[in-house]
C-alpha cells in the first residue's frame, strides 16, 4: 500500500519522532511518499534528518509559478471539485485565528500535493499536526485526492481556533498521542464521531532500549532538553538553581537545544552568575543528547503547555528518572515516586523541592527509579508496536476504499 505523508515542515531538529514513524511504517511494509511544505534549507546536525530531506518533495520549493500551474491544472480538470474545495477553505477561515488569505494559499498548496499524491499513486494521506497541514491533506481529499488521517499533538492545536471539528468530520480517523490529546479532540467533536479518534503513541526504536543502567559522571547534573521557548519554563528552572545554588546546593545545568528565549536564558544566567553551572549547547544531533542525558543524574523538564514530550521517552529509555508537570499527557508516563516526580506548573517552591530530593536520592533508589522508567516506557513508546496500530488503521482505509462500488466513488 502507498501512503503519503505530510508535514508542514520536514525533517526537523525537534520533530525527530515523525521520522522515527515514517521509517516504522515503512518497516510495516508500507511505501511511503514525504511531502512537506518546507524545510530544504535548514541546518540538520543529525545524519539521518539529512537522509530523509533527500527523500522529500517540497511544495514551496522552486517558488509560486509551479503551485499556480497546479491549480490552474486542477481547476480545468475538475472545477465543480475546485470550487467545493474553495467554499471549504473559506469556510476554515471563519472564525479561525489567521486570515481567510491563508486559508485560500493552503488549497493553492493541496492542488500541488494532489498532483504529486497522483503520480505517486498513493492511496491514502497522513498529517502530522492539527494544523495547516491538516488543512492541506483535507482539501487534497476535497478536491478528488485520497482520504486523509492526521495526528494532533498539543499544545498549539488546543490553544487555537483551527476548525478541528471540519477536519476529524472529514478524515478516516484522526489520531491523538495520548489520553489527553484524545479527550481534547472528543471536546470538539459530536459523539458519533468519537469512534473515530485514536490514540497511537510516538514512539522510540528498539536499540534505543538496549543497556543497563549505568551512574552518571556528573552525579549534581541536570539536563534539560527541547527548543527554548516560554511554553517549557527554562527561565523558571534558571532561577530554581539560582536559588539552590545559594543554600549551597552543588547543582549543574545543561540546557540542550535553541530557539528565541536563548538571549532571555542567556541574560538570566549571567544575572545570578550561573556561567559556571549552567550551559546552553545549541541545536546538537540525536547521538549528543543521548550523550547528554547520560551524562546527568535526571532529566528536568518544567513546562507550562505541553502534548507529551518525546524527550521524556528517550529519557527513561535511557533508565533516567524524570521531573516535570502536572499537565497534557505526562502524567500518563511519568509515575510519582516511581519513575520520577512530577509537580503544578509554574510552582517555583515545588520544582525546587523535587530537584532536592532528586539529588539526595542514593544511587541504588536512582538505579531502582531508572528501572522502573525503563519498564515502563518500554511497554507503551516502542515505535514498532506503535506503527502496526498505524499500519492497521491505513489498512482499515484500504479495506473501505476497496469495498465501495464505482458509482459509490
Known sequence: MKIAYFINQYPKVSHSFIRREILAVERQGFTVQRIALRGWKEPLP????????????????????????????????????FFSALRLSMRMGHRSYRPRIYHLISLLEACRVLQWTRAFGALHVHAHFGTNSAEVAMLVSALGGPPFSFTVHGPEEFQLPMGLEHKVHR??????????????????????????????????????????????????????????????????LIEAIARLRARGHRVELVLAGDGPLRP?????????????????????????????????????????????????????ALRRPVLSTYIAGIPELVVPGETGWLFPAGAMDELIACIERCLALPPADLKTMGDAAHRRVMARHNIDIEAQKLGALFQGVESTASSLSPCTC
Open 46 to 81: 543529525d545524519p539521518e534528518d539529512q537522509r530523509e530531506r533527500e527523500r522529500t518533495q517540497y511544495v514551496l520549493r522552486g517558488g509560486p509559478w509551479p503551485i499556480l500551474a497546479a491549480t490552474a491544472a486542477t481547476l480545468l480538470r475538475s472545477p465543480l471539485r
Open 171 to 236: 478524515s478516516r480517523f484522526a489520531v491523538a498521542i495520548s489520553s489527553f490529546g484524545r479527550s481534547q479532540l472528543l471536546l470538539c467533536c459530536p459523539h458519533q464521531e468519537w469512534d473515530r479518534i485514536k490514540i497511537v503513541h510516538c514512539g522510540l526504536e528498539p536499540d534505543y532500549f538496549a543497556g543497563p543502567w549505568t551512574e552518571a559522571p556528573h552525579p549534581q547534573r541536570l539536563v534539560c532538553v527541547g527548543r527554548l521557548c516560554d511554553a517549557k519554563g527554562q527561565l523558571l
Open 264 to 316: 532571555e536564558l542567556e541574560r538570566l544566567i549571567r544575572q545570578h552568575r550561573l556561567e559556571q553551572c549552567v550551559r546552553i549547547t545549541g541545536w546538537i544531533h540525536s547521538h549528543a543528547v543521548r550523550e547528554e542525558v547520560l551524562a546527568a543524574r535526571a532529566l528536568v523538564l518544567p513546562s507550562f503547555a505541553e502534548g507529551l514530550p518525546v524527550v521524556i521517552m528517550e529519557a527513561m
